[in-house]
T-cell receptor, first 114, second 113 residues
């Protein structure tokens, strides 16, 4: 069975600072990997995904993530935080052999200080 | 625009009452999902359906029921057997293999009166 761990349920950064949200997965086969963002009282919006090819993927709103197979990680970064980035972020994985069922991490709430 | 519509946005349930949450999609997706989200927790899968007239239990199906009579609709009923129904409920849909993302509705927040 797959599992997803997001280190740090809350992360606080200053506006303009680097954002780093961590995601590690456990899977016998490298899965498909996704990052979603959730604003208060809304659904989840896809930020980016890794399926194959280049391990550094770029998403919306200036976010990017790098798939590191040796570290079983898919950390999300953004060079400079904006106030509008304050939200909850979820990492999710999909088993390549199990259709499009997703396993989610517990989420990380990003707070941005002025 | 294509998307997923969940209604109502807010719902209140009395003790012993069944309530039904609506989920409609016009993305022509085969697969649909229901998740429960509690404060500070990730998403937990309640039920999913890969095709019309077929659905499967997820990790926390007890106290819930679903139907999938039409491709575009996947309503969730929270029954009186669900003892702790207060949560945020999210519906999603997807199409194709696992490299395709799930698309989410805006959720329904259910509270107990």
């Amino acid at each position: 069975a797959q599992s997803v761990t997001q280190l740090g349920s809350h992360v606080s950064v200053s506006e303009g600072a680097l954002v780093l949200l961590r995601c590690n997965y456990s899977s016998s086969v490298p899965p498909y990997l996704f990052w979603y963002v959730q604003y208060p009282n809304q659904g989840l919006q896809l930020l980016l995904k890794y399926t194959t090819g280049a391990t550094l993927v770029k998403g919306i709103n200036g976010f990017e993530a790098e798939f590191k197979k040796s570290e079983t990680s898919f950390h999300l970064t953004k060079p400079s935080a904006h106030m509008s980035d304050a939200a909850e972020y979820f990492c999710a994985v999909s088993d390549r052999n199990a259709g499009n069922m997703l396993t989610f991490g517990g989420g990380t709430r990003l707070m941005v200080k002025p | 625009d294509g998307g997923i519509t969940q209604s109502p946005k807010y719902l209140f349930r009395k003790e012993g009452q069944n309530v039904t949450l609506s989920c409609e999609q016009n993305l022509n997706h085969d697969a649909m999902y229901w998740y429960r989200q509690d404060p500070g927790q990730g998403l937990r899968l309640i039920y999913y359906s890969q095709i019309v007239n077929d659905f499967q239990k997820g990790d926390i199906a007890e106290g819930y029921s679903v139907s999938r009579e039409k491709k575009e609709s996947f309503p969730l009923t929270v029954t009186s057997a669900q003892k702790n129904p207060t949560a945020f409920y999210l519906c999603a849909s997807s199409q194709g293999p696992g490299n395709q993302p799930q698309h989410f509705g805006d959720g329904t927040r259910l509270s107990i009166l």
